[in-house]
């Protein structure tokens, strides 16, 4: 990678997280917790492990696919080691293809999708994205590398198979 690109590209991230802090620190609201059911509690904590990964997914969004990369560089990712790795770092431990990831965690109907969620496609699968609300996945393939797509129409949905959610 030359000098330039990768100042580029480190400039990038470096705007991208900052970005994304600047927003979630403006947009979402802190509040004090009072006492809560523990049914709250799980739900609270789960929105915000699903927050924290979508924010590192985002990170990387442009990161070139390579088939078959492995979880251990951030240079390039197929869909499972980007998934397997995106929840590594947010405390999450899911096996390294599609194939298995599709049978961790409990299933989810299409329209109980919430962000965070695992969704698969194809029959049989093998291609995993992360659910991040609004109809959207996060995901990569191709040329586009790591991106976001819209699963309510089109290709993705036509080929959308299962979801499953690991996040407890």
Request: aromatic share 10%.
């Amino acid at each position: 990678m030359t000098k330039s690109r990768l100042k580029k590209s480190l400039l990038g991230i470096t705007l991208s997280v900052s970005l994304i802090t600047s927003i979630n620190l403006i947009a979402i609201p802190q509040s004090a917790h009072a006492a809560s059911s523990d049914s709250t509690s799980v739900s609270t904590t789960a929105s915000s492990k699903a927050k924290s990964i979508i924010s590192t997914g985002k990170q990387y969004l442009g990161v070139r696919y390579q088939f078959g990369a492995t979880k251990d560089r951030t240079t390039s990712f197929d869909c499972s080691s980007f998934t397997q790795f995106i929840y590594e770092k947010n405390g999450i431990t899911l096996p390294r293809s599609s194939k298995e990831q599709s049978q961790t965690g409990t299933f989810v109907a299409k329209n109980q999708l919430q962000p965070g969620d695992l969704v698969f496609f194809y029959s049989p699968i093998h291609h995993v994205g992360i659910y991040i609300g609004n109809g959207k996945i996060m995901h990569t393939y191709g040329s586009p590398g790591v991106t976001i797509s819209d699963i309510t129409s089109g290709w993705w949905s036509d080929h959308y198979k299962t979801a499953r959610r690991v996040i407890n």
